[in-house]
């Protein structure tokens, strides 16, 4: 079992920036002590993520394949010896300070209330529903985060994860890595945000120099992959489109609503496959399109043959089968036609996919663009990790064409792009880029762009000049430097305690 450590060197978590990142942590205990009179007695650190490949695929069942960065959230601590939980946020003009009940108010979230503690009280109640208490101890806390919100950086997983963190150390208790993450991925249901859990894994267990290829089903794992050392070297592009996308307000037209339609898409091709009455199919909530792939090869054997090799085989007869599950309606499904594909009644299948808790808004539901997205993204991070294990050829080309693929099947397929996300990506491109994508759950937010070492700074100045300059000419070079950036695999969360 992995625990989250605790580090006394600031050099540790950060492989850029050094300095001014101390700086930072300095400055975060000198407002702790002239906000509470004391100095905090720990940091709780968890960064944001990007995801090179693999969208809307991990709440599908799918691997995925993310790596932590250094833009994170930082939770300032100390116990205050009453029933009390203060939180204030450095950024006090947008984010204003509140105070809950340990054993109280803390536990009451309303979803339908746009507030920025609600993702503080999500991390707080995840952990204490975990180990069924309510009584907690009343401390002070301070936020600073650098992961933009809406950007498609996960924002809400790093507030989320270092709540977590903070409620587990002064509560003395200590959950594992796996348990973390599984927590703080269930946690966001109580702000409307049904979250397959990717974010929060990559957030909680990230490596530095590693990406990570997680598995979710039947078990949550996370395998560390290193990039091959190719020449010139590869380096990972962030550019912010600066459109934001709030998962909170667009949930139910956008990211529930494709939860939904993978969902509803999962059932109707168990059935399909005449497997929808087996116990793995029929006793499983939600059923996803990956237990419906390894139900269906359930019985047969693999023994000796190539791990990704079968993968494949099984991915692309599922894209076959899906195109004949759906293919009779490419135009969409009703709400009726759904439930009649089922036997069922609109209302029945409303409540099995839970519904009432992730709303959602929609006159026609896609199956049949989703399946085909949800299996064509697996196949690719497949590829895209044995590319990475077993090199060979023009690498950085052959995962920039993943890339590409993958922004393509995102805009057509799964309709989360946007003009702004597809113009940076053709920007990147035209300029030297191998791969351009979005990243994140995307309808705006970030575009994430594999790029030759030597040609970082072409890329970056052409995205400066054809982008930001024409639709973002007010931006100031701190605010262009946060939306533009080189990065590498980062460290995961950590406790921070000063040597």
Request: glycine share 8%; charged share 25%; net charge negative.
């Amino acid at each position: 079992m992995s625990f989250v450590p605790t580090v006394t060197d600031i050099g540790s978590i950060y492989s850029l920036n050094v300095e001014v990142q101390s700086k930072r942590y300095a400055q975060l205990a000198k407002s702790f002590e002239e906000l509470y009179g004391s100095k905090p007695e720990f940091t709780a650190r968890a960064p944001g993520r990007v995801n090179i490949i693999g969208e809307h695929i991990d709440y599908c069942g799918f691997p995925v394949f993310p790596m932590a960065i250094a833009p994170d959230t930082l939770i300032a601590v100390r116990a205050n010896g009453t029933d009390r939980v203060r939180v204030a946020n450095v950024n006090a003009d947008k984010y204003p300070a509140r105070d809950f009940s340990a054993s109280g108010d803390v536990f009451d979230i309303d979803s339908a209330l746009h507030e920025w503690s609600n993702y503080f009280k999500c991390g707080y109640r995840g952990v204490f529903d975990h180990l069924g208490r309510k009584d907690g101890r009343g401390f002070d806390a301070l936020l600073d985060g650098t992961v933009p919100a809406g950007s498609g950086l996960s924002s809400s997983a790093a507030f989320v994860c270092a709540t977590e963190l903070a409620v587990q150390r002064i509560n003395g208790f200590e959950l594992t890595q796996s348990e973390l993450a599984s927590i703080a991925a269930s946690s966001e249901c109580h702000v409307g945000v049904n979250s397959g859990g990717m974010d929060q894994t990559a957030s909680i267990m990230g490596q530095q120099g590693s990406a990570l290829f997680i598995e979710f089903y039947p078990e949550l794992r996370a395998t560390p992959v290193k990039f091959p050392s190719v020449s010139p070297s590869i380096a990972f592009v962030i550019a912010n489109t600066l459109v934001v996308s709030d998962k909170h307000v667009t949930a139910p037209i956008c990211y529930n609503l494709r939860v939904v339609e993978t969902r509803v898409g999962a059932l109707i091709l168990a059935k399909h496959l005449g497997i929808s009455e087996r116990p793995a199919c029929k006793d499983v909530d939600p059923l996803t399109f990956k237990i419906v792939m390894d139900e269906y090869f359930a019985d047969q054997a693999d023994s000796g043959k190539d791990e990704v090799q079968v993968w494949i085989d099984r991915l692309s007869f599922m894209l076959e089968e899906s195109k004949k599950a759906f293919g009779s309606q490419p135009d969409g499904y009703t709400r009726e036609s759904m439930a009649a594909a089922l036997n069922s009644s609109p209302e029945v299948l409303s409540v099995k996919v839970h519904e009432n808790q992730f709303p959602v808004r929609a006159d026609k539901f896609q199956l049949l663009n989703r399946a085909l997205h949800a299996f064509s993204e697996t196949l690719r991070v497949v590829k895209f990790r044995q590319i990475c294990e077993q090199p060979s050829g023009d690498v950085a080309r052959a995962l920039g064409d993943l890339m590409n693929d993958s922004q393509d099947s995102c805009r057509d397929l799964f309709e989360c792009s946007c003009p702004e996300l597809d113009e940076v990506c053709a920007i990147a491109r035209r300029a030297g880029a191998f791969g351009s994508r979005l990243t994140g759950a995307g309808w705006g937010g970030c575009s994430v762009h594999i790029v030759p070492g030597d040609k970082v700074e072409e890329v970056n100045k052409a995205l400066a000049e054809e982008y930001y300059a024409k639709r973002f000419p007010e931006l100031t070079k701190e605010q262009l430097d946060d939306a533009l950036f080189a990065t590498a695999p980062g460290c995961g969360a950590c406790y921070y305690n000063e040597a």
